[in-house]
């Protein structure tokens, strides 16, 4: 009896072969399945999210190869366009505003600025320009403005540290360190606060920290400082007795030190003196109310007695 092959067919070896490999790779795919669940459940992130960020990818390179196209043609303004259309089809522009950092200055003059961008395409927000803008407001140090996609507009503001109160000719001012003005104050909010007066004196803000500092027991008792001439400063302390400092930023702090030791032995400050001068060399004068009266009565008691 004749017995016909076929060619091409499996043997045992083979389909046996085969079915080891096809259990190699069901294996290979459930232990690589329960890796990627595992990464998943220790990830800061649900699938969701992770699927937005994979979103925001394709979306960042279809916007880049638009924009790369646009601009190979000569029409940046076309991609821009483009752009601002893929970005706010996909929800990236602006919806929200975050304001970070503001603790003393009204909070809404950051808002009013940051909202104007709001609805825009993030990738059409202008962030130097709403940093410059933020800038211009007496509170605000410095600022730094950035995209929390995808919809947020971040706002991080340095404020500025009030430090004194000027007094001007109409109205008092809270001034930072560096005498830049930052808002009207009442006379009654400005109660306890070294206040500083003078033509010119909001320049020599910095000067006048650095003179109180070379004598930390009065610095505390200094009510006002006025800057007189341009050229040197007068202190009114709490008790409302004044002090004339000399001319000259080493004289005026050594007259200051010195001031500061005789009130530690004399009790100066708190006294019947209402004025100690201090502007000639190694001298002070003492300025008592009524005492010229008192002596020249003591005097003509005396003539009329002989």
């Not at 595992?38 to 699927?51: D, G, V």
């Not at 601009?71 to 752009?83: F, R, W």
């Amino acid at each position: 009896m004749s017995q016909t092959i076929r060619r091409g067919g499996k043997g045992v070896r083979r389909a046996a072969a085969a079915r080891g490999a096809a259990r190699k790779v069901d294996k290979a795919r459930r232990q690589t399945g329960s890796v990627i669940d595992a990464l998943m459940r220790f990830l800061p992130f649900t699938e969701e999210q992770l699927h937005r960020g994979f979103l925001a990818v394709i979306l960042g390179g279809a916007v880049a190869l638009a924009w790369f196209v646009a601009s190979l043609a000569g029409l940046p303004a076309m991609a821009n366009a483009q752009i601002a259309v893929l970005a706010g089809e996909a929800g990236f522009e602006v919806r929200r505003v975050e304001v970070r950092g503001v603790e003393r200055m009204n909070e809404l003059r950051v808002y009013e600025r940051a909202l104007a961008q709001r609805d825009r395409a993030m990738p059409l927000v202008d962030l130097e320009g709403l940093r410059a803008s933020l800038l211009d407001l007496p509170w605000v140090e410095d600022a730094r403005v950035s995209r929390q996609l995808p919809d947020t507009l971040v706002v991080d503001i340095v404020e500025r540290v009030p430090h004194a109160v000027l007094r001007k000719p109409n109205r008092l001012m809270v001034i930072d360190a560096s005498g830049h003005e930052l808002e009207p104050i009442s006379a009654a909010n400005a109660k306890g606060q070294l206040v500083i007066s003078g033509p010119g004196a909001a320049k020599q803000v910095a000067a006048l920290t650095r003179l109180l500092e070379a004598a930390p027991a009065l610095q505390p008792q200094v009510r006002e400082a006025q800057w007189v001439g341009n050229r040197r400063w007068n202190l009114t302390f709490k008790t409302g007795q004044v002090l004339a400092l000399p001319q000259g930023d080493e004289k005026s702090s050594a007259a200051l030190i010195s001031f500061a030791r005789l009130d530690g032995m004399n009790r100066l400050l708190g006294g019947e003196v209402v004025a100690f001068d201090m502007r000639a060399p190694d001298r002070i004068y003492m300025r008592i109310p009524g005492r010229a009266e008192r002596e020249q009565m003591s005097t003509s008691a005396g003539q009329g007695a002989n």
